[in-house]
């Protein structure tokens, strides 16, 4: 499986609204409704499309926030694509990639299993939960490693 990635650009938020839309999907989530609201939650973190042969199949961020402490604010690989791997691939780069940091942390909704289960595969903790986290109405549990 060739997995490659690419910075997004601004003029990416319309395909990162739609990798969204498509991603979160189920009963518990809330995607981003406008590329404004995009815009919005990513100020500040560096996102990168992530393709498989070529083909857009999803995006990661993350937000920095000190010298020592990053926040993954997103990890998504659109349906067709999940449950083969490439979520693994991607939270062990991100990881690699940003060596140097001592503490990462997230959000996911507890009723996201296939996350949680890829976040514990690497060793993060649950820490803390936190109602209506985005203002959806929905809880979040956060996670550390
Ligand atoms: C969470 C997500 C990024 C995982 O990506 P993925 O490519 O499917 O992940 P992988 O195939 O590498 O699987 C990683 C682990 O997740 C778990 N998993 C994956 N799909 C699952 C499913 N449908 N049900 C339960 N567990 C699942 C498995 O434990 C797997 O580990 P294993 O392969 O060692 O058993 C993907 O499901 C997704 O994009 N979901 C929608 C967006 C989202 O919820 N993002 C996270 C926000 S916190």
């Known amino acids: 499986m060739k997995i490659s990635y690419r910075e997004a650009k601004e003029l990416d938020y319309q395909l990162i609204l739609k990798l969204d839309q498509a991603a979160f999907c189920r009963q518990f989530d809330c995607p981003f409704k406008t590329e404004t609201e995009v815009k919005k939650y990513f100020k500040n973190s560096k996102i990168?499309?992530?393709?498989?042969?070529n083909k857009v199949v999803g995006y990661y961020s993350y937000k920095p926030e000190d010298k020592d402490t990053v926040e993954i604010?997103?990890?998504?690989?659109?349906?067709?694509?999940?449950?083969?791997?490439?979520?693994?691939?991607?939270?062990?780069?991100?990881?690699?990639d940003l060596n140097n940091i001592k503490t990462f942390w997230l959000t996911a909704h507890p009723k996201n299993i296939a996350a949680l289960r890829?976040?514990?595969?690497?060793?993060?903790?649950?820490?803390?939960?936190?109602?209506?986290?985005?203002?959806?109405?929905?809880?979040r549990l956060i996670l550390k490693k």
């Open 73 to 96: 604010s997103g990890i998504v690989v659109i349906p067709e694509y999940q449950g083969k791997g490439i979520g693994s691939i991607v939270l062990k780069k991100i990881l690699n």
């Open 48 to 53: 990168f499309v992530i393709l498989q042969n």
């Open 118 to 139: 890829l976040y514990f595969k690497f060793g993060f903790t649950i820490t803390g939960w936190k109602d209506n986290y985005f203002g959806d109405g929905q809880p």
